[in-house]
């Protein structure tokens, strides 16, 4: 079992940076893969990028890529998630999930086990 919590989330301006980070407790996060994801309202949770476990690979979702960033320490059991060149397009309530997905699943929600209660990331124009 691992419990996360996530922080760093607020209002900013379009073109502006953001980091946003989840800590965990519990379980080592080098025992899981560790993702991002977002849901804004009325819209289906998105993936947003995902450090893998089993090839220690990162990969993200096509409307973040180039513009976002995720690094883990799991000896500090933490995980970030740096943002630039924000849109409006990413205002979101961004969550950090822990999970065992196959790679194939690596960027389905249900697939992770795992996850915090969410921040707000809302970027203004």
């Known amino acids: 079992q691992v419990q996360l919590v996530e922080s760093g989330g607020g209002l900013v301006q379009a073109g502006d940076s953001l980091r946003i980070s989840c800590t965990g407790s519990?379980?080592?996060?080098?025992?899981?893969?560790m993702a991002w994801f977002r849901q804004a309202p009325g819209q289906e949770r998105e993936f947003v990028g995902a450090?893998?476990?089993?090839?220690?690979?990162?990969y993200y979702g096509d409307s973040v890529k180039g513009r976002f960033t995720i690094s883990r320490d799991n000896s500090k059991n933490t995980l970030h998630l740096q943002m630039n060149s924000l849109k409006t397009d990413d205002t979101a309530v961004y969550y950090c999930?822990?999970?065992?997905?196959?790679?194939?699943?690596?960027?389905?929600?249900?697939?992770?086990?795992?996850w915090g209660q969410g921040t707000q990331v809302t970027v203004s124009t």
């Open positions: 999930t822990a999970g065992r997905p196959v790679l194939s699943a690596l960027r389905t929600w249900s697939a992770y086990r795992h």
């Open positions: 519990g379980r080592s996060f080098s025992d899981y893969a």
């Open positions: 450090s893998n476990y089993r090839d220690v690979r990162t």
